[in-house]
T-cell receptor, first 116, second 110 residues
Framework: DTEVTQTPKHLVMGMTNKKSLKCEQHMGHRAMYWYKQKAKKPPELMFVYSYEKLSINESVPSRFSPECPNSSLLNLHLHALQPEDSALYLCASSLGLAGPPAGELFFGEGSRLTVL | SQQGEEDPQALSIQEGENATMNCSYK?????LQWYRQNSGRGLVHLIL?????REKHSGRLRVTLDTSKKSSSLLITASRAADTASYFC??????????FGKGTLLTVNP
């Protein structure tokens, strides 16, 4: 199984809603990532988890709250988002954080978020 | 902040031709990776080149790395319509972050 599965594929939410994005992998990878991608732009790193601990937070607003319940799962909890947060949210995993092949990322297909 | 700057931003070629994309980066890297993204989809890893390597091949892909110029190039030979996608370079720095460049949109016309 070489897949990273993200749910839901599409999400529409109001600014007062609370929702979550989910990501799952069963490749035994110990690093997991959240990236945000706006249209025609490159992915921007949000968070990195290594061995279920938050390693990197790229100064993301607190309305985005990541969670790594176990080594296979990664969640992104969303609360009080703004319309400018509308984007494709990509989850990725890698064997580790450094060194090939550990550093190669496997991406999910993304969750397309629209904030009204 | 972006690690890489791809050149050109958009490239249109005919099937069978070669496509060359360039990437320049700003800070030191442990490795440089290239990814492909079809419209609205996730990214797919293509090839990784370490900072102590100068050239690497994988199928129809050839990647070069020049650390003195902080630049890399991706060559796709004998392109196919299915190669139409956005291509991103990404540098893995010593802080373990993988930071993506702006990308090149490649269109291969049948």
């Amino acid at each position: 199984d070489t897949e990273v599965t993200q749910t839901p594929k599409h999400l529409v939410m109001g600014m007062t809603n609370k929702k979550s994005l989910k990501c799952e992998q069963h490749m035994g990878h110990r690093a997991m990532y959240w990236y945000k991608q706006k249209a025609k732009k490159p992915p921007e790193l949000m968070f990195v988890y290594s061995y279920e601990k938050l390693s990197i937070n790229e100064s993301v607003p607190s309305r985005f709250s990541p969670e790594c319940p176990n080594s296979s799962l990664l969640n992104l909890h969303l609360h009080a988002l703004q319309p400018e947060d509308s984007a494709l949210y990509l989850c990725a995993s890698s064997l580790g954080l450094a060194g090939p092949p550990a550093g190669e990322l496997f991406f999910g297909e993304g969750s397309r978020l629209t904030v009204l | 902040s972006q690690q890489g700057e791809e050149d050109p931003q958009a490239l249109s070629i005919q099937e069978g031709e070669n496509a060359t994309m360039n990437c320049s980066y700003k800070t030191s890297i442990n490795n440089l990776q290239w990814y492909r993204q079809n419209s609205g989809r996730g990214l797919v890893h293509l090839i990784l080149i370490r900072s102590n390597e100068r050239e690497k091949h994988s199928g129809r892909l050839r990647v070069t790395l020049d650390t003195s110029k902080k630049s890399s190039s991706l060559l796709i030979t004998a392109s196919r319509a299915a190669d139409t996608a956005s291509y991103f370079c990404a540098g893995r720095g010593s802080n373990y972050k993988l930071t993506f460049g702006k990308g090149t949109l490649l269109t291969v016309n049948p």
